[in-house]
């Protein structure tokens, strides 16, 4: 399994966003639960923003009930690193994306998509 290179865990609620995820910028991010037991990050969600990662995460709340509901004894956390420009961010989630789909744990299994009118390719599958 991938590494995220990603900052955390946090908790996933609005104020452990704005204490974490203070600058502006395009990023990276992974929703996931903590093993009672252990340290280990099960990745349920890969993502990104163009923008602004931080308020990207705050509109990830207000739809991730489906995604809380499979887990009802766990809490959601989050991990997120920033990106130098919307191709970075765009790339990285690609890398999680392959990183991460094959454990059957993603919830999201649609291939990421390149931004607006780029023609970005994955740089995995080229896709």
Not at 12 to 41: M, Q
Not at 50 to 76: C, G, H
């Amino acid at each position: 399994m991938g590494s995220l290179n990603m900052t955390g865990p946090y908790d996933f609620n609005k104020d452990s966003i704005d204490i974490n995820v203070t600058k502006v910028s395009s990023g990276n991010y992974a929703l996931g639960f903590l093993d009672k037991n252990s340290d280990n990050f099960h990745v349920t969600y890969i993502g990104r923003s163009d923008t602004d990662v931080n308020d990207r995460l705050k509109k990830q709340l207000s739809v991730t009930k489906n995604i809380i509901s499979k887990y009802e004894t766990k809490s959601l956390s989050f991990k997120y690193s920033y990106a130098s420009s919307p191709k970075e961010a765009f790339e990285k989630e690609c890398y999680n994306y392959h990183n991460f789909v094959n454990s059957k744990k993603l919830s999201n299994n649609q291939h990421p998509q390149s931004p607006g009118d780029e023609e970005w390719k994955c740089p995995v599958c080229n896709e």
